[in-house]
Antibody
């Protein structure tokens, strides 16, 4: 079975930095694009960033572009989200998700999700 | 950016009833639309992709239909575990991937 375990969320002050991790198991990690999605308290889902299977292509929401960086280490089956210059509006549960397809280009559908990790940005 | 509008915001139904959820997109997404289910305190779960394909393990009572700008998720007979929030999502023209605001299916 596919398993994704998100970690790294905590309380951080505005302007601070945080790195989230997501370790995958039960699938050939290096063959799939990976995504980060967030959900503010009581709100809907917002796509944050995506990375191709090879790591050669990355994509970002305008709201995080220039502040967040997605990366992956396929030798450790882990995808990361480096979050800098955090703002109160970045407060959310962050989920990593696996792409549905091993084909290129990325399908953009999210077929397995981590349990989420809570990031709270507050002074 | 393609905007997805879901209706109704809340659907109040009884177990065994049929649920019909709507998702409208601001421009055509062809059939590149997915549906997700999110139960309280849980991560979302992929139900339907490419408008009408059920994901692995999804029961047959879930049916997706539509193309272009108008899409429907139908749950033929609601089971207790189906009371949740449902989101649609497009991947036609990304980035960005975009989601609808969600429809809550609650017990009447």
């Amino acid at each position: 079975d596919v398993q994704l375990v998100d970690s790294g969320g905590r309380l951080v002050r505005p302007g601070g930095s945080l790195r989230l991790s997501c370790e995958g198991a039960g699938f050939t990690f290096r063959s799939y694009a990976m995504h980060w999605i967030r959900q503010a308290p009581g709100e809907g889902l917002e796509w944050v960033a995506s990375i191709s299977a090879t790591g050669g292509s990355t994509y970002y929401a305008d709201s995080v572009k220039g502040r967040f960086t997605i990366s992956r280490d396929s030798s450790k089956s882990t995808v990361f989200l480096q979050m800098n210059k955090l703002r109160a509006e970045d407060t959310a549960v962050y989920y990593c998700a696996k792409d549905l397809s091993r084909q290129v280009p990325t399908s953009g559908y999210l077929d397995s999700w981590g349990q989420g990790t809570l990031v709270t940005v507050s002074s | 950016e393609i905007v997805l509008t879901q209706s109704p915001a809340t659907l109040s139904l009884s177990p065994g009833e049929r649920a019909t959820l709507s998702c409208r997109t601001s421009q055509s997404v062809n059939n590149y639309l997915a549906w997700y289910q999110q139960s309280p305190g849980q991560a979302p779960r992929l139900l339907i992709y490419d408008a009408s394909n059920r994901a692995t393990g999804v029961p047959a009572r879930f049916t997706g239909s539509g193309s272009g700008t108008d899409f429907t998720l139908t749950i033929s007979s609601l089971e207790p575990e189906d009371f949740a929030i449902y989101y649609c999502q497009q991947r036609s023209n990304w980035p960005p991937l975009t989601f609808g605001g969600g429809t809550r299916v609650e017990i009447k």
